[in-house]
């Protein structure tokens, strides 16, 4: 086992329980503006419109192929018409709510603070990721996770999206380290796992699901306790 002096984590769906804080989100959402009457016949509908638009839309956000502005502007229009809704009645201020309702919730993964108390005793302990400042910050404050880190490095701080190494090594140079005394933990194969090849930074794949996939991580977990043994 290498000696590791920097663990850098990914955000969403590795902390922070995006799927479970989003769908409570649209589900409120749904409610409060009674999507219903906007031509959206059930929560299904929506919820499942939500997922295949907007992981769209941050795929081609994360290839370069839509900015910040574009992404929110287009997102609820599109998830409307995608779900047989009128996007011509979508309220003004609905991805605003979207935005400040999510970014407020408190779901964590299993055992995330437990692990980031464990470890903030042996290691410095940073955040990689391509979302958004504000969103990022809010998450990260409401969560109750922001008290373990202390570097936040974003897409929009750099200007550069995982796996591009440059936002690996825009992290490197602030800390004044060296790639083979870093460790990067993450869910995405590509942003996380690639990325942190891209950079020579060893991994540690967080797999849940037991998905397959191209790439060979450093290592693999599928539950967040499992870097207690590893680390």
Known sequence: MKTYQHLFFDLDHTLWDYDRNVTESLQELYEIYGLHDLGISSFEKFFEAFHAVNFQLWDWYNEGKIDKH??????????????????????????????????????????????????????????????????????????????FFELVVTSETTGHKKPDPRIFFYALKKLN????????????????????????????FFNPEGKIIDLQPTYEIKHLRELESLL
């Open 70 to 147: 574009n992404l929110r502007k287009e997102r609820f229009p599109r998830i409307f018409n995608h779900a047989g809704g009128r996007s011509d009645a979508i309220p003004v201020e609905f991805e605003e709510d979207f935005m400040h309702r999510t970014s407020s919730k408190p779901h964590v993964f299993p055992y995330s603070k437990e692990i980031l108390s464990y470890l903030r005793e042996k290691y410095q302990i940073h955040v990689i990721t391509n979302g958004f400042n504000e969103s990022q910050a809010k998450k990260m404050k409401s969560s109750g996770l922001d008290v």
């Open 177 to 204: 380290a060296q790639a083979e005394h870093c460790l990067m933990i993450g869910d995405n194969p590509l942003s996380d796992i690639l990325g942190a090849q891209r950079a020579a930074i060893d991994q540690v």
